[in-house]
């Protein structure tokens, strides 16, 4: 039997579980696995400049390709406790990562020890395991364990804590022989499918709700055959975006109180049922429960069963993983469609497609400074199909995800439940370094961008281009517009006159100072008919150069983004004028119909 020490061990079983690139920051605690992972090779790791930016970029990482488990390292001190974020948001969004922690050693944990705490006991209400490994020889079977469970039912974080004399101690271990353990997911039955098809066939204007738990399954494919099979219009999540390509005739467009469309919202509320998949009714997707689910019933099929009810009760829920429950349903579909038994629902289609056309918001603007709606115009034109957007909170996502378009599954990355401030720079970080040829493209306004501003270095010292889109208007954007309600406007303004680029006027900080002064390019915008050629710009910045640019959009100050003010989809507030002829919204899917 081979010997080698537990830490060389979890970095053997790493390989073996299909890890690639792992993200993070060397410390005392944790150097003995650094040793091991320059020892065996075969795993690039990027330093971070911030541990909570290395849990990130491991999101990032891991929401890029199907299959794929970022990894982020580091002490089990600040540095852990700095990854809670990243796994909170890995936790709400389903997103396995695994947080390798390095401990003091056994005999002194509970002794105050330097930088020893109790990370497991802080990491467990946010990962599917945390545990703190005691015995080196538990080792291999803790981490066999952890891809077991991140990978099994509703997927999400893991944290391994090892205390750097576990990590150091020689064990038995045969990596040649080492077998990753079955992955657990529950099934729908043929029964279950078929009850919740009889279901659909009564209604008259049925819809179905496609959650990120379509892309966790890798069952978008399926997702779209069943819809054309059945003909029933599709209603991604925020987090399901791209599940469908925008302009498929059978997207209905999303559904909200703030991420959503003028038609998607008018669609969904004629609708009379809906069948939710891999969803989980989240409340900017729901708003007012009496208001969603009022006159229409549901089913609700997610790989979680605790989740179905959680919300509202459905008429049927079924546990399952969307992929197999796909997998069904286009079976048996297909079977009723060949036997006559699916009824037309080529009308209720169209009709969603006719409001698609007709209830736009606008988005060509010419003011300066310039109106953030005209930025999301321009990035239509300048960023393709291929493009994989990265963005997080506040105004800039919103509005992007009311004005962007997305076309395939995993081009939407977007953390939804926990939108920690500063997630969008190391995420897309990590996402270009797992498609290093893809387009990728950032998002943020400018309080999001200097959370997390010194990952860029990251991308300049590792030569990981993307291009990232800063609007700029010096102001805390979604909680000042949240404060109206209030009739405030309090500690959310960021302006200030810098002594060092008095041409910025109010708008403080200078971002392509600093973006440069981190070893990147960066481009300021201040007129709506140069974004275009700014963006074309980057883009050749960013191939020639191999590092992230920033192109810094100066907007109004004060822009109120469409969004209820009563938490009722039905009563979303459009602030800005709508469209009312084509060259109003140019970019739109489909051509304004007046």
Same mark, same amino acid.
């Given at each position: 039997m081979a010997r080698?020490t537990?830490a060389r061990?979890?970095?053997e079983?790493l390989?073996?579980?299909?890890?690639?690139?792992?993200?993070?920051?060397? &410390?005392a605690a944790?150097?003995?696995?650094y040793?091991?992972?320059? %020892?065996?090779? /075969? +795993?690039?790791?990027?330093?971070a400049?911030?541990v909570e930016?290395?849990?990130?970029?491991?999101?990032?990482? #891991?929401?890029?390709h199907?299959?794929?488990?970022?990894v982020?390292?580091?002490t089990s001190?600040?540095? &852990?406790?700095d990854m809670?974020?990243?796994?909170?948001?890995?936790?709400g *969004?389903? !997103? $396995?990562i695994l947080c390798?922690?390095?401990q003091?050693p056994?005999?002194?944990?509970h002794?105050?020890?330097?930088?020893?705490v109790?990370?497991?006991?802080?990491?467990g209400?946010?990962?599917?395991?945390?545990?703190t490994?005691l015995?080196?020889?538990?080792v291999?079977?803790v981490?066999?364990?952890?891809?077991?469970?991140m990978?099994? @039912?509703?997927?999400?974080?893991?944290l !391994?804590d090892l $205390?750097?004399?576990v990590q150091?101690?020689?064990i038995?271990?045969d990596p040649e022989t080492?077998?990753?353990?079955?992955v657990?997911?529950?099934a729908a039955s043929?029964?279950?499918?078929?009850k919740?098809?009889?279901?659909?066939?009564g209604?008259?204007?049925?819809? +179905?709700?496609?959650?990120?738990?379509?892309?966790n399954a890798?069952?978008c494919?399926l997702?779209?055959e069943?819809a054309?099979?059945?003909g029933?219009p599709?209603?991604?999540t925020l987090?399901?975006w791209?599940?469908?390509?925008? *302009?498929h005739?059978l997207?209905?467009?999303?559904?909200?109180?703030?991420?959503?469309?003028?038609?998607?919202?008018?669609?969904?509320?004629?609708?009379?049922f809906?069948? /939710?998949? &891999?969803?989980r009714w989240a409340?900017?997707?729901?708003?007012?429960i009496?208001?969603y689910?009022?006159?229409r019933r549901?089913?609700?099929v997610d790989?979680e069963?605790?989740?179905?009810?959680r919300?509202?009760?459905?008429?049927?829920?079924?546990a399952s993983?969307?992929r197999?429950?796909?997998e069904?349903?286009?079976?048996v579909? @297909?079977?009723?469609?060949a036997a006559g038994?699916?009824?037309?629902?080529?009308?209720?289609?169209a009709?969603a497609q006719?409001?698609k056309?007709?209830l736009?918001?606008?988005?060509h603007? *010419?003011?300066?400074? !310039?109106?953030p709606q005209?930025?999301y115009e321009?990035?239509?034109k300048a960023?393709?199909p291929?493009?994989r957007?990265?963005t997080?909170?506040?105004l800039?996502?919103i %509005?992007?995800?009311?004005m962007?378009?997305?076309?395939?599954?995993?081009?939407?990355i977007?953390?939804?439940q926990?939108g920690?401030?500063?997630?969008?720079v190391?995420?897309?970080?990590?996402v270009?370094? %797992?498609?290093?040829? %893809?387009?990728?493209?950032?998002?943020?306004?400018?309080?999001?961008f200097q959370?997390m !501003?010194?990952?860029l270095a990251? &991308?300049a010292?590792?030569k990981?281009p993307?291009v990232?889109?800063l609007?700029n208007?010096?102001y805390?954007?979604?909680?000042r517009q949240?404060?109206?309600?209030?009739d405030?406007d309090?500690q959310?303004n960021l302006e200030?006159?810098?002594i060092?680029s008095?041409?910025?006027?109010v708008y403080g900080v200078d971002h392509?100072?600093?973006?440069?002064?981190l070893?990147?390019?960066?481009i300021?915008?201040t *007129?709506?008919?140069e974004?275009?050629?700014?963006f074309?710009q980057?883009?050749?910045?960013?191939?020639e150069h191999r590092?992230?640019?920033?192109?810094e959009?100066?907007?109004e100050r004060?822009?109120?983004?469409?969004m209820s003010?009563?938490?009722?989809?039905?009563?979303?507030?459009?602030f800005?004028?709508?469209? #009312?002829?084509?060259?109003?919204?140019p970019t739109? +899917?489909?051509t304004l119909?007046?």
């Amino acid at each position: 039997m081979a010997r080698m020490t537990a830490a060389r061990a979890a970095v053997e079983i790493l390989k073996r579980e299909g890890v690639r690139d792992a993200f993070g920051v060397p &410390g005392a605690a944790i150097n003995p696995f650094y040793a091991a992972l320059k %020892a065996a090779d /075969g +795993i690039t790791h990027t330093l971070a400049r911030h541990v909570e930016g290395a849990s990130h970029m491991a999101e990032g990482y #891991t929401r890029t390709h199907p299959g794929h488990i970022g990894v982020c390292v580091g002490t089990s001190g600040p540095a &852990g406790t700095d990854m809670i974020t990243g796994l909170y948001s890995a936790t709400g *969004d389903s !997103i $396995p990562i695994l947080c390798v922690t390095g401990q003091a050693p056994t005999a002194v944990i509970h002794k105050e020890d330097f930088q020893a705490v109790d990370i497991a006991a802080i990491a467990g209400p946010v990962t599917k395991m945390a545990v703190t490994v005691l015995e080196a020889a538990q080792v291999p079977g803790v981490f066999q364990q952890a891809f077991h469970l991140m990978r099994s @039912g509703r997927p999400g974080p893991v944290l !391994i804590d090892l $205390p750097v004399d576990v990590q150091l101690t020689e064990i038995e271990f045969d990596p040649e022989t080492y077998e990753p353990l079955p992955v657990y997911k529950p099934a729908a039955s043929r029964a279950q499918i078929e009850k919740a098809l009889t279901l659909l066939a009564g209604s008259e204007r049925p819809l +179905i709700v496609a959650g990120g738990g379509v892309i966790n399954a890798d069952a978008c494919e399926l997702l779209v055959e069943f819809a054309e099979l059945t003909g029933v219009p599709v209603v991604p999540t925020l987090m399901g975006w791209g599940v469908i390509p925008d *302009d498929h005739e059978l997207n209905a467009g999303m559904v909200g109180l703030q991420t959503s469309h003028r038609y998607g919202n008018a669609t969904f509320l004629e609708s009379d049922f809906v069948l /939710g998949i &891999g969803n989980r009714w989240a409340n900017r997707h729901t708003g007012r429960i009496d208001v969603y689910t009022a006159g229409r019933r549901f089913v609700h099929v997610d790989i979680e069963p605790t989740q179905i009810g959680r919300i509202f009760a459905p008429d049927y829920g079924i546990a399952s993983d969307a992929r197999a429950a796909l997998e069904l349903f286009v079976e048996v579909a @297909g079977e009723l469609k060949a036997a006559g038994g699916l009824p037309d629902r080529s009308d209720w289609a169209a009709a969603a497609q006719e409001k698609k056309a007709r209830l736009q918001r606008r988005t060509h603007f *010419d003011d300066i400074p !310039i109106k953030p709606q005209r930025v999301y115009e321009e990035m239509n034109k300048a960023f393709g199909p291929e493009t994989r957007y990265v963005t997080t909170i506040g105004l800039s996502q919103i %509005a992007g995800a009311q004005m962007l378009h997305v076309y395939k599954p995993r081009h939407w990355i977007n953390c939804g439940q926990a939108g920690p401030l500063g997630w969008t720079v190391p995420a897309a970080l990590g996402v270009a370094r %797992a498609d290093p040829e %893809a387009s990728v493209v950032a998002l943020s306004g400018d309080y999001d961008f200097q959370f997390m !501003i010194e990952e860029l270095a990251v &991308g300049a010292q590792h030569k990981i281009p993307y291009v990232h889109v800063l609007v700029n208007n010096s102001y805390l954007g979604l909680i000042r517009q949240a404060q109206r309600a209030f009739d405030i406007d309090f500690q959310v303004n960021l302006e200030f006159e810098n002594i060092n680029s008095p041409e910025l006027g109010v708008y403080g900080v200078d971002h392509v100072k600093v973006a440069e002064g981190l070893g990147c390019k960066a481009i300021r915008v201040t *007129d709506p008919n140069e974004l275009r050629s700014a963006f074309e710009q980057a883009k050749k910045l960013a191939a020639e150069h191999r590092v992230p640019v920033v192109v810094e959009v100066i907007l109004e100050r004060v822009t109120n983004i469409s969004m209820s003010t009563t938490n009722d989809i039905g009563n979303v507030v459009e602030f800005e004028e709508i469209a #009312t002829e084509p060259g109003h919204a140019p970019t739109s +899917i489909r051509t304004l119909k007046t």
